[in-house]
């Protein structure tokens, strides 16, 4: 399930990336206008900012504004950023790899193959840019 954190981060990203000005908004608005808790949002702004997904501005016309082409922000990304691996498990991540403890072989094990094929499937479809996510 994708967590609160995740869907928040993909929300804010497509109202900046909505912003027809281009100027910095304020976490505020965003919190309002989104309806997303405020101090939530801090802290998503702030794993976002680290990654430069988007970008901070202080002062009174200060506020966020996305820090990379939308093009390259894929929803893959954010939810990395976000919560870690997209796979379900995780022998099957390519970003996160971990073995299984208790798998004995990782070549014929038939629940990895079931979730390799999902995660691939998976990540076909997240890999749509913020771009191609507002257009649909």
């Known amino acids: 399930m994708l967590s609160k954190r995740a869907k928040y981060a993909i929300k804010t990203i497509l109202f900046l990336h909505d912003n027809p000005s281009k100027s910095p908004i304020s976490a505020k608005v965003i919190s309002e206008r989104e309806n997303i808790p405020y ?12 990654h430069q997904i988007v970008k901070s501005n202080r002062g009174a016309e200060g506020g966020y504004t996305l820090g990379k082409d939308p093009n390259e922000i894929t929803v893959a990304h954010l939810m990395r950023v976000i919560d870690g691996p997209i796979a379900l498990i995780p ?11 208790e798998c004995e072989d990782e070549e014929t094990c038939r629940i990895r193959k079931l979730f390799a094929e999902l995660r691939t499937e998976m990540v076909h479809v997240l890999d749509k840019s913020i771009v ?3 257009n649909m």
Request: hydrophobic fraction near 30%; glycine fraction near 4%.
């Open 39 to 50: 101090k939530f949002l801090e802290n998503i702004l702030r794993d976002l900012k680290s």
């Open 91 to 101: 022998c099957v991540s390519e970003k996160f790899y971990e073995s299984c403890g």
């Open 132 to 134: 191609q996510l507002s």
